[in-house]
């Protein structure tokens, strides 16, 4: 299990326009060749905008993007026709396949926070998608087949107890609150990094709220 703290994540994002981004992996010009990826994890950015802020239209292809907010309220809009206002508790998934492009905003009045998610699919190219879950519960697993993996929501009271898969590769998120993992004490913005995960579990020291990747074997490309 390797436990990376939130005051290790790579700063980013641009103050001056109302955008604070904490990056968990290699991203733009924070190059680290030696974390790149956890399977098929390729990116998970802590995302603070102010009203008003955002992301204006950019481009991504070959990436599965997932993204959940913590609190406030996301504007999305893509290059596909969607404009959908994310919410906490929902998930929201575009798959950029073959090339899309998208806007990314907060369009309230109080600032959002949210995490933000990529994987890496198992094969190039297709057409893009989107889907938007509401209101995803705890015992309902969301799948990411394109690129081998699940997401699992878990929210924790304290003293209460979650077993995370068995997995190849299980990557833990603190959202909100504090857990022990295992015996590891995690906070907000915290992350554990287990391979070959058996047997993992979750204990709520406060109330806590937790995303857990479970992912397939992944091999690099020959």
């Known amino acids: 299990m390797d436990v990376r703290r939130a005051d290790g994540r790579y700063p980013g994002g641009d103050a001056a326009a109302g955008i604070a981004t904490r990056h968990a992996f290699s991203f733009g010009a924070h190059y680290d060749p030696d974390n790149l990826r956890f399977g098929a994890l390729i990116a998970c950015n802590e995302e603070r905008l102010e009203p008003g802020a955002g992301f204006d239209e950019h481009p991504h292809s070959h990436t599965e993007i997932v993204t959940w907010v913590v609190e406030g309220e996301l504007t999305h809009r893509d290059s596909e026709g969607h404009e959908t206002l994310v919410r906490p508790g929902d998930v929201q998934r575009l798959s950029s396949a073959g090339g899309v492009r998208h806007v990314e905003r907060n369009d309230a009045g109080v600032p959002l926070t949210f995490v933000q998610m990529w994987l890496a699919p198992?094969?190039?190219?297709?057409?893009?998608?989107?889907?938007?879950?509401?209101?995803?519960?705890?015992?309902?697993?969301?799948?990411?087949?394109?690129?081998?993996?699940?997401?699992?929501v878990r929210r924790l009271?304290?003293?209460?107890?979650?077993?995370?898969?068995?997995?190849?590769?299980?990557?833990?998120?603190?959202?909100?609150?504090?857990?022990?993992?295992?015996?590891?004490?995690?906070?907000?913005?915290?992350?554990?990094?287990?391979?070959?995960?058996?047997?993992?579990?979750?204990?709520?020291?406060?109330?806590?709220?937790?995303?857990?990747?479970?992912m397939a074997r992944w091999e690099p490309a020959r």
């Open 122 to 152: 198992l094969e190039p190219g297709g057409d893009p998608a989107y889907e938007i879950v509401r209101g995803i519960a705890d015992s309902t697993p969301y799948a990411v087949p394109e690129a081998g993996a699940m997401l699992h």
């Open 157 to 214: 009271a304290p003293g209460e107890r979650t077993a995370a898969p068995d997995a190849a590769y299980v990557y833990v998120h603190v959202v909100r609150g504090e857990v022990s993992l295992n015996g590891e004490l995690l906070g907000p913005g915290d992350a554990a990094r287990v391979t070959d995960a058996k047997d993992l579990e979750a204990v709520g020291v406060t109330p806590a709220e937790l995303l857990v990747w479970e």
